[in-house]
């Protein structure tokens, strides 16, 4: 199913090529919803992303304790929304702050047949693989 996943995004990518817009036309939000919409988006991807519950996994197993008190347990929480949120503060800052988002959007024809050909290569490898396991 993961295969078959990624290889439809890939022919959407294909597929698309003018299409995709970092912005959409015709949405029109004022600053506040721009920001509450973006801000939504963002804790729901902090949230639901597993590699990103996996990278505190890794990171935080190390450190719990079964005896751990509130004070400890509230610390490492604190410790890892202020690395999760750092993060996602610094590629906004970065993106924004350089001319990276016009380069993006003049080659984003390129940039979405380059990604949809290699999605649809990594689908076809994920099937070979599949294949070749049950001969």
Not at 93 to 116: E, Y
């Amino acid at each position: 199913m993961g295969a078959i996943l990624v290889g439809y995004v890939g022919v959407r990518a294909l597929i698309s090529g003018e299409d995709m817009s970092l912005i959409k036309p015709g949405a029109l939000f004022t600053e506040s919803g721009r920001l509450l919409k973006g801000s939504g988006e963002g804790l729901l991807i902090a949230l639901l992303n597993p590699k990103i519950a996996l990278f505190f996994l890794a990171i935080f197993s190390h450190f719990v304790q079964v005896d751990s008190g509130w004070i400890e347990i509230w610390l490492m929480g604190t410790i890892a929304a202020s690395i999760d949120a750092s993060w996602y503060i610094f590629v906004t800052l970065t993106l924004t702050d350089t001319k990276l988002v016009d380069i993006l959007q003049t080659r984003k024809t390129t940039i979405s047949r380059v990604i949809g050909s290699l999605l649809i290569i990594i689908a076809l490898y994920f099937l070979s693989s599949l294949i070749h396991e049950w001969s």
